[in-house]
């Protein structure tokens, strides 16, 4: 009778753990945002700075081959905007409408160029997408204001880095290397041997008379 309620109960326990293993496949749901390229991949685009567009540069481009995105909230893009700009704000980037339209420009293989109030406000808009594979995408290098209600559109000054981080690190690798080779080369100078004096025996002197 006990082997019989143990193998009832190992053969529930079975039946019980492959139901949950059907119900978790079942269940399961691919990711729908996968990002294509990964950290190394956006660093490189970033240390290469091809992706930044200056007011200039936007100017002389054919509207026909771009995608000009406008990432400001509803409110500043109501007040003022560039002409022939789409608002979509960062957070607004995973919507489905905002998804389908994206793809559809991807396929089309124009360029994106999405813009905020300064570089920095388009700066994360453009590493969402970039990594998310819309690698044909800039940012335009703009500041923009309201002056007197009147919205103005200005080139913004990227300031040149003090330290050349590139030249640093080529240096501080260079340097580790000629390290780890000169360890190699040069052996541990031997330790010295210690040296232990013995004190010398004083002589007795002999005890007695003549």
């Not at 009778?1 to 399961?28: C, P, Q």
């Not at 000009?68 to 409110?75: E, G």
């Not at 300064?118 to 309201?146: F, H």
Request: aromatic content about 10%; glycine content about 4%; charged content about 25%.
């Amino acid at each position: 009778m006990k082997e019989l309620e143990k193998t009832k109960r190992i053969s529930i326990s079975a039946v019980l753990f492959l139901l949950v293993v059907l119900i978790g496949i079942l269940t399961f749901r691919k990711p729908v945002y996968v990002f294509e390229n990964n950290t190394a991949t956006t660093l490189e685009k970033i240390i290469a700075k091809d992706y930044i567009l200056t007011l200039d540069e936007f100017n002389s481009e054919d509207p026909s081959q771009y995608f000009l995105i406008d990432v400001r909230s509803n409110f500043e893009f109501a007040k003022g905007h560039i002409k022939d700009a789409i608002n979509i704000s960062t957070h607004q980037a995973f919507d489905d409408s905002t998804t389908e339209m994206l793809r559809t420009i991807k396929n089309g293989n124009k360029t994106i160029i999405v813009y905020g109030k300064n570089p920095d406000e388009a700066d994360s808009a453009w590493m969402l997408l970039y990594q998310l594979g819309y690698e044909n995408i800039k940012i335009l290098c703009v500041q923009t204001n309201y002056i007197n209600n009147k919205f103005e559109v200005k080139n913004y000054p990227l300031e040149k880095p003090i330290v050349n981080y590139a030249q640093v690190m080529k240096l501080a690798k260079s340097t580790t290397a000629n390290t780890k080779e000169s360890k190699k080369v040069i052996s541990k100078p031997k330790a010295p041997k210690k040296v232990i004096i013995k004190p010398k025996k004083k002589k007795r002197v002999p005890e007695g008379g003549c």
